[in-house]
Structure formats: C-alpha cells, structure tokens
C-alpha cells in the first residue's frame, strides 16, 4: 500500500520453501533497504499462537527482505514463539525474543561477529513485544511473569500436548498466566 492508499501487494509469501504463517513483527534497516519481520510459527495462525508455546514448536524465524534486490532469506531459525524484534541503534545486530522462554537472541548483522548469534537476555518472563528507544535501549512488555505451572507447559512438551488435548484454551492459558491477568513492562540496554 503506497502513501495514496491502494491495493496492497504480497511481498513475501515464503522463505527458503516454507510459507509465512504468521508474522509478527518488523523492523527497518532504511540504510541498506533491509525488511526484517519474525514469522512466529509455519503452522499456527494468530490465535493458535499460545499451542506453539506450549508444543515446543521451534519452527519461528527472523526473514530478511531486501527492496533493492528482492531477495528473501532466513537469518535466524529455531526460535520457539519469537515475538517481537528491533534493530539496535546503528544496525549493527537486532534482538528477538521467544515468548515461551523469555529468552532475547541476539543476531549481529555486522563487523566481525556479523552472522552470529548469542543470547542477549533471559527475562522473568513472557515477552510480547520490542521497541527500541531514541536513546539505543529496548522496552519489552510481558504478558505475564514466570510460574511454575508455565513453566513445566513449556519445559515438558509431553504436558504440554496433553494439555492440548484434554484443557480448554480459556484454562490453559489461565493457567500459564498464573491465573492473575498483568502486564509488564522492562527497559534492557542496548
């Protein structure tokens, strides 16, 4: 969709053979025209986001887009329920974060360690988005803290498919929340 409005255009439909079901966030490199988005899972839709937490199933990923050149490519896989990504202030590596493990992975997009990966954080807790501030810093927020009943939905897969199965989505996501519905909100630096 351009500044008049208009009908919007399909850009990328899948990456390297698997289609983009569901994605979620997207940051800018205006400098080298690079689109990065997370696509959160290549199975579940929007709504079914919480049986991929729940599944362990490690099939979300950070796509890079280049206008210039179109070309479309995966630079970080494996990611269980990534939500949220942001660049860093000079472009140099964006950070992701998987809600399901409040972990923040860090890809470095430049300089020597361009193409790496390490762990830029562990949250106590489940993130649900990124914003990167005018200073170089990030704002998470956090649907929830850490408990012990989500924990082990996320660390046992076997429950985690049982519960599936035999608990209502309203329960179990009651249940992953600790049965007290919050929010918070973390500034980590940049």
């Known amino acids: 969709v351009g500044p008049e409005g208009g009908l919007a255009e399909l850009v990328v439909g899948e990456a390297e053979g698997r289609k983009v079901i569901f994605a979620n966030q997207m940051d800018v490199d205006e400098e080298e025209d690079d689109f990065y988005f997370s696509d959160s899972s290549d199975k579940y839709h929007f709504r079914e986001i919480f049986y991929v937490t729940i599944n362990g199933e490690r099939s979300g990923r950070v796509i890079k887009y280049n206008k210039k050149t179109k070309e ?3 630079v970080m896989d494996n990611l269980l329920s990534n939500n949220g990504l942001a660049l860093n202030k000079d472009g140099s590596f964006l950070i992701t974060c998987e809600s399901a493990t409040g972990i923040v992975h860090r890809l470095w997009l430049k300089g020597p360690k361009a193409g790496t990966r390490d762990i830029f954080a562990k949250i106590p807790g489940h993130p649900d988005n990124i914003r990167r501030t ?57």
């Open 134 to 190: 005018p200073t170089g810093d990030f704002w998470l927020g956090l649907q929830c803290k850490n408990n012990l009943i989500g924990n082990l939905l996320v660390s046992k897969r076997w429950l985690g498919r049982l519960a599936e199965k035999t608990v209502n989505l309203k329960l179990l996501t009651a249940l992953f929340n600790g049965f007290m519905p919050h929010g918070i909100v973390v500034k980590i630096s940049g």
């Open 72 to 74: 479309v490519k995966v």
